[in-house]
């Protein structure tokens, strides 16, 4: 089989989501051709996953296929945007058709479940290697932004967070889990923490209803308290984070939850007097919201972030994965 | 440094490089956001560079970034796109901040000379791995595709092909070529193979001007008869090719130059009608265009592509590069 083969072959696994209304020339030539609807604005993203950093090597295709879309996904949820197309470029080692099978069922799944065609890619040879470039559409009185948090705003986090990080120490973190087997699972089930790991779930839905209500959006990958680093940097603000309010995962510890990565939960800033509308429309979408802090005037602190345990201020000395500091290989 | 030090700094080596009228949110957000002007659709495509495969291990950073983007830019002008904006993932073994801004030396200059702002990317670490997403923006009725071309149809091709296959087995291939160094070598120079190799130029501005005059196009990337299948398969022809009719870069065989990849030309169909104003167009803009072939009914050649030395067929055992064959390493 050589890579046209196998181009063929994905595209056939992949079926319907490669064509949408807006796809005018899908997989197959130069480029793809997207209708892009008037009064809306292109955001776009890429990311990269790189076996044993950001998906273990024993993973099935299906839970890589499916995270590898799902993880860009979110970073659409951020700014507030619907998908409109994403592209898929790999390098493999080798041609191996069993996985690859799968890994075209997780994306096929995640494609379909979030309304997001793919429509184009590339295949080379070399140590395995994953990007996704995700595109979204926006109106422009409706894009969130890290940089536009307001002193005064509240702190809210969709969801909850520290689990996806709990089960890397969790011992049946080496199983060979399958999209089926995680998708049965329920909270309180003992292996719910893969589920967080293995299928996060971006908040797009949410994040298009509060793109009106909210200041400022990310969505929380390489944990709460770098992530919210950011928010307060680009808006030149502080953010003081109670840990007493932070919602864990099944008894995680805040001061863990906040420095664990992959949850793919919403962090957004939202002035207090639309605090009611936000929680009603989360209400609606079964997804739970929390208050967890106040965004405040910048500080002196290095981050811009500071940790409150109460009224007792908390330093942390671990801020979040970084990815060329040697640690936290999964 | 950490990633997000990096990510600072190859901004800010970037420079203008990742503004544009149109971008409305650059680099540090989790999404860029861009305006879609009204009347155009977006097209879109993903390509992946491997160390070792896609350019020498010893290549100067500089080369390096500046290829990654102007052979995805190609891709655009495959369509008859202009370009809109670039993402670019790198995946890196570690930081070397001396090879890091010579790569952004490159990205920066592709991304001026050819119009389109590099507006995010992402970091990770891993072996050397490098995707660049390009968009570009096209009125419907003026989309260069691969599968319109009609029987009778002329096949033209833009420069010449072969150079950059040539400058893999000279000895100067394994010499330190620089940007600057490159740029000052012209035709007719000993290392003129090596600009061929390193720095193609894509075809966009001749693209856009026969957007409406050519029936189909392609860039040739894996040699152009690999490149011409995919045409008459898209198409469902055949495509005649005449061997004598090719412009090879300086005495390179026909036999040669039609299997060599790299060279970034234009291969496009045209009806007849349209010829004298194609060459008039290519002619404004200083770029030898030639007639190469027809457009036929499809046979049952394998690849849909017929090779003749004037009325003789001629068979070639090797078609062109392939990713998972082994063979034809850089």
Redesign the interface.
Known sequence: ???FD?IDRIVAELGPATRGASV??GP?????????P?G???????????QG??FPAHAGGDLVGYRAMVVNLS??A??G?QPS?A?????LP??DVGWMDAFCRGVRKACIEFSCPL?????????L?I?V????L?E?SA?L???TAKVGDLVCLTGDIGGAGAALDLPGFMESWTLDGLQNLVPGDEGFAFRKYYLPQPRLAYARKIARLASA???VSDGLLADAAHVAK?SAVGLRIQLESIPCFNGVPAKQAVVAGDDYELCFTLPEANLDRAQTLAQALNLPISVIGQVIERAEHASGVQLYDGQKPVELAFRGY????GDNPV
Chains 1, 2 share one sequence.
């Open positions: 089989m050589n890579e196998l005018l020339v197959g030539d130069d480029c793809a051709q997207i209708d892009i008037p809306f604005d292109l955001v776009s993203s890429i990311d990269t996953f790189v950093r950001h970073d659409l951020a700014m945007a197309h592209l898929l470029a790999m390098t080798d041609i429509v184009g890619g590339n295949i080379t040879r070399g140590p290697n990007s470039s995700v595109h979204g926006v422009r894009c932004k890290r940089s959006a990310i969505d680009a970084q990815h060329f500091a």
